[in-house]
């Protein structure tokens, strides 16, 4: 790794984690800039993945210290979304690479589409309690743990949909057990990563080291209006570059 390599780590790294705990896409970020510096898909993948498990932590501290208490039923939501984590880890270690960037570039074209519709008018909501969850909700959980657990990318997107649009839960709430939930399925998630030998340690830890800084304003800052636009446009113009650099790999 160059120093001009780990200086863009960093700097993505905590453009990443303050992505990620204030709403969602940073890995879309992440994730290609590591294949761009020469790691193969599931290295890239698994790599991405210690920067994610330490950026979460650092939130979920800086939520515990301002009163967050929802880890019981927390917990709860994290146990489906655990077990389709693993399967879809077990499956990107061993997908081909080629397949894995054609998919790569339709979920962030996919990004793309949902972070350019209009925002949902206000939606009353409530407190999460037990009788919220059922069947449904779990068998949601494990699908997106399973798309996470794959790809991660923009998951945060899938349980802020879950979570506040399908079950009304106050955004606040929802994205302290997004973090939350993450969080638990990631570590599992990155095992099976590890166990398979694709995680280049170095780039990973780096990423995370710029990933916890992130985490840390992120989760004690609140952006306003135009400071989402700007990220939202941002994250934009890099899947733009990202696709076109992903498809010209792929063609030529």
């Avoid at 890239?44 to 210690?50: D, E, F, I, K, M």
């Avoid at 939520?63 to 039923?73: Q, S």
């Amino acid at each position: 790794m160059t120093p001009t390599e780990a200086l863009l780590l960093l700097a993505a790294g905590v453009l990443s984690g303050f992505i990620n705990v204030m709403s969602a896409g940073g890995s879309m970020l992440t994730l290609p800039l590591l294949m761009f510096m020469g790691l193969d898909g599931a290295t890239a993948n698994g790599s991405n993945r210690v920067g994610i498990v330490l950026q979460n932590l650092t939130a979920l501290g800086q939520y515990h210290r301002a009163g967050f208490r929802d880890l019981r039923l927390g917990l709860r939501l994290c146990l489906p979304a655990v077990a389709g984590a693993l399967l879809g880890a077990w499956v990107a270690v061993w997908l081909d690479e080629r397949l894995f960037q054609w998919i790569l570039i339709l979920v962030m074209a996919g990004c793309a589409v949902l972070m350019l519709l209009p925002a949902p008018a206000h939606l009353p909501t409530r407190p999460l309690d037990e009788g919220h969850l059922g069947p449904k909700v779990y068998l949601a959980l494990a699908v997106i743990g399973l798309y996470g657990g794959f790809i991660q990318v923009a998951v945060g997107i899938l349980f802020i949909t879950l979570l506040y649009r399908v079950l009304r839960i106050d955004l606040v709430q929802v994205n302290r057990l997004k973090v939350l939930i993450v969080l638990v399925y990631m570590v599992p998630a990155l095992a099976i990563f590890v166990i398979g030998g694709k995680v280049a340690w170095g780039y990973g830890l780096v990423l995370a080291v710029g990933s916890m800084l992130g985490a840390w304003f992120g989760a004690r800052l609140s952006i306003s209006a135009n400071g989402v636009k700007w990220i939202k446009w941002l994250t934009l113009v890099m899947i733009v570059a990202i696709i076109g650099k992903l498809g010209f790999d792929l063609w030529y």
